[in-house]
């Protein structure tokens, strides 16, 4: 059984940067064909951040693309997603996946909360 789990969220302001970390435990991160971030804000569903796949496809939704980076670092079983000019739009909880899907993951970790604010 593989655990997910995010690290890096904070409190950040209107301009700045974050980088979350996912680590996998218990497996690895290349039994997966597809991995990705997700976040939820508050009343809002959850939403695809971006998503990459094991053919090196990687998709970004269309109001981060340009902003963030999605890396998966199978050397050391972690995803990395580094966040740039961040908006107050982009608070939310942040999830990472992994799956044979990039849109019906497998496993989830707990997610971490990340606040854009002045």
């Known amino acids: 059984q593989v655990q997910l789990v995010e690290s890096g969220g904070d409190l950040v302001q209107p301009g700045g940067s974050l980088r979350l970390s996912c680590a996998a435990s218990?497996?690895?991160?290349?039994?997966?064909?597809?991995t990705a971030w997700y976040r939820q804000a508050p009343g809002n569903q959850r939403e695809l951040v971006a998503g990459t796949t094991s053919d090196g496809t990687t998709k970004y939704g269309s109001s981060v693309k340009g902003r963030f980076t999605f890396t998966r670092e199978n050397a050391k079983n972690m995803l990395v997603l580094q966040m740039n000019s961040l908006k107050q739009d982009d608070t939310a909880v942040y999830y990472c996946t992994a799956g044979q899907s990039i849109l019906r993951p497998d496993y989830w970790g707990q997610g971490t909360q990340v606040t854009v604010s002045s």
């Open positions: 218990g497996g690895s991160l290349t039994r997966f064909y597809a």
